[in-house]
């Protein structure tokens, strides 16, 4: 248990829905990363958010979006979903603002049919 | 062009057999570089941190070597285990952690 805890694990939707996914860090972690990771593709980064302020953005598109809590907990919101949206999602912490030694939850499976 | 390049793509090997993976850089100015390893539907685990000034990492079968002057850093790993099938994935991180770059990872597979 990498102590970053990524909900739902598996996510199905159709096509033009929208969709949340929830991720809390480690604790003393500030910083949150997301990840989009398409199959048989690398990682691609979608954003950070640093003690509740967005600090960095990454190949987000406009249909995505996120936020930070007070509870530093953080959430992907994705609508009009795509049959290409469909990946695996990964979130991260770090203490922080760079990225140096941050740690990845398990994923979110997302499938868009 | 920040770019990070992994080489091969995909790899096949015996139990027991030793492994190099290669990455191949072309990131300015250089902050550090990471060794994932990410097992099918999990989360990427790190494996070895160096900055510019380390040449080698070990974390027990895995050896990782950076030459800063060729932009190129390789993953050893020495008496593969079945458990070692995994995708490995190099990361660089551009001035001081600003921005990272992912290469787009060797999938290794060990055969019995």
């Known amino acids: 248990d990498s102590g970053v805890t990524q909900t739902p694990k598996h996510l199905i939707t159709a096509t033009g829905q929208r969709v949340t996914l929830r991720c809390s860090p480690r604790?003393?972690?500030?910083?949150v990363y997301w990840y989009q990771q398409s199959l048989d593709q690398g990682l691609q980064f979608l954003i950070q958010?640093?003690?509740?302020?967005?600090?960095a953005k990454g190949n987000i598109l406009e249909r995505f979006s996120a936020q930070q809590f007070p509870d530093l907990h953080s959430e992907l919101n994705l609508s009009s979903l795509e049959l290409g949206d469909s990946a695996l999602y990964f979130c991260?912490?770090?203490?922080?603002?760079?990225?140096?030694?941050?740690?990845f939850g398990s994923g979110t499976r997302l499938t868009v049919v | 062009k920040n770019q990070v390049e992994q080489s091969p793509q995909s790899l096949i090997i015996l139990e027991g057999k030793n492994c190099t993976l290669q990455?191949?850089?072309?990131?300015?100015?250089?902050?550090?570089l990471r060794w994932y390893k990410q097992d099918t539907g999990r989360g990427p685990v790190s494996l070895t941190i160096?900055?510019?000034?380390?040449n080698t990492k070990s974390n027990g079968r895995y050896t990782a070597t950076l030459d800063a002057d060729t932009k190129q850093s390789s993953l050893h790993i020495t008496a593969s285990q079945l458990s070692d099938s995994a995708s490995y994935i190099c990361?660089?991180?551009?001035?001081?952690?600003?921005?990272?770059?992912f290469g787009k990872g060797t999938r290794l597979h060990i055969l019995p």
């Open positions: 991260a912490s770090s203490v922080g603002t760079g990225h140096y030694g941050y740690t």
């Open positions: 160096m900055t510019f000034s380390e």
């Open positions: 604790s003393g972690d500030l910083s």
């Open positions: 990361v660089v991180s551009v001035n001081r952690d600003d921005k990272i770059i």
């Open positions: 958010y640093y003690n509740g302020e967005e600090r």
């Open positions: 990455c191949n850089y072309t990131v300015s100015p250089f902050s550090n």
